[in-house]
């Protein structure tokens, strides 16, 4: 059980959370669960003590996918999940009213019960939220160029469903199961996906009925796809480097109707420094195209000792050696 969800379930919570949602959330794994939910119809107090044992218990008796809920809710159960929250609900044009005491009075909105109530009542809601929150995590992203700009993705339901399923066959090969869900955000001329799929099978020893077993999962992960009709291009996130171009593909076959569209020979040769390795130290930039640019500073500089990985026969980094200077002096040494 990661850390994140043993605080996330603390004591605090238990005592606080309304015992309607929280039978809600047990009840969607009670075939699996080690709890009498019947004790959440006699006295709260006695309830609410069961409950906070359960959770400060041993993490193998809870249900696989309680805790797969649980790590989702808790990725939103924070102020910054409650404002995407928020956010996500206004842009879907979905009213989440404030919840009230008893008397109709205003209650404290703990962002922790309110991730657990739009996980349970607004799953549209929770689902794109998620979804940005993975986009959002993606930083490192591989980038393709297209054979040319101004290139249209074509957003029917028939074209996203036969890339989802053509998706769901490249992770089912790379033995990730079958499941595929993908989110289709638009921002501007960008179009954004984000891909939950399986990951590979992880086994992990349990007790159970006071004997031991192993048990194997399937957690969930997220591939990002972002494609500029304006640039031609696509960046993509969260897939395995083989698999990469294969993605590429699909995407150019089923949304842009052009197969070929990301398989040029230089499709990933976006930045190159052979021009500057032709000229030598006397190079200059030129930015004459954008009157924009007065002038162009480099301030670090980082050069990179290339060797071959034996096993895989890719390229890879041996050493790098950085050099940072606020002065024009980053590429002295």
């Known amino acids: 059980m990661a850390k994140n969800i043993k605080k996330f379930v603390n004591p605090k919570f238990t005592r606080t959370i309304g015992l309607g949602p929280m039978r809600r959330l047990l009840e969607r794994h009670r075939d699996a669960l080690a709890l009498d939910l019947s004790i959440l119809d006699g006295d709260p107090a006695a309830a609410r003590a069961v409950?906070?044992?359960?959770?400060?218990?041993?993490?193998?008796?809870?249900?696989?996918?309680?805790?797969?809920?649980?790590?989702?809710?808790?990725?939103?159960?924070?102020?910054?999940?409650?404002?995407?929250?928020?956010?996500?609900?206004?842009?879907?044009?979905?009213?989440?009213?404030?919840e009230r005491d008893p008397d109709g009075g205003e209650t404290c909105q703990d962002p922790k019960h309110f991730a657990l109530r739009v996980f349970l009542d607004f799953p549209l809601v929770f689902e794109t939220a998620s979804d940005m929150l993975a986009m959002a995590a993606r930083s490192s992203l591989a980038e393709y160029a297209g054979v040319e700009e101004g290139v249209e993705a074509e957003l029917t339901e028939e074209t996203k469903t036969a890339f989802e399923t053509a998706a769901a066959k490249i992770f089912e090969m790379d033995h990730r199961g079958c499941y595929c869900r993908v989110g289709w955000y638009a921002d501007a001329d960008e179009v954004n996906l984000v891909i939950t799929h399986g990951s590979l099978v992880r086994t992990t020893p349990i007790v159970d009925a006071g004997a031991e077993r192993v048990i194997s999962f399937r957690a969930a992960e997220h591939a990002v796809l972002s494609y500029s009709a304006l640039a031609g291009r696509l960046k993509i996130g969260g897939v395995p480097m083989a698999r990469r171009a294969e993605v590429a593909k699909v995407f150019a076959t089923t949304m842009l109707q052009r197969p070929e569209f990301f398989a040029a020979e230089?499709?990933?040769?976006?930045?190159?420094?052979?021009?500057?390795?032709?000229?030598?130290?006397?190079?200059?930039?030129?930015?004459?195209?954008?009157?924009?640019?007065r002038e162009v500073q480099i301030v670090a500089a980082q050069a990179d000792l290339m060797g071959v990985n034996p096993r895989t026969g890719q390229p890879r980094v041996l050493r790098s050696v950085s050099s940072r200077d606020g002065f024009d002096s980053a590429l002295a040494g």
Do not use: S
Request: charged content about 20%; aromatic content about 10%.
């Open 51 to 98: 409950i906070q044992d359960f959770f400060a218990g041993p993490e193998e008796a809870y249900p696989e996918g309680l805790v797969a809920d649980l790590h989702r809710i808790a990725e939103l159960g924070d102020a910054d999940g409650l404002r995407l929250l928020l956010d996500v609900a206004d842009r879907l044009c979905i009213a989440i009213a404030p």
């Open 266 to 293: 230089d499709a990933q040769n976006l930045y190159t420094l052979a021009p500057i390795e032709r000229v030598g130290c006397g190079f200059t930039f030129n930015h004459a195209f954008d009157p924009g640019i």
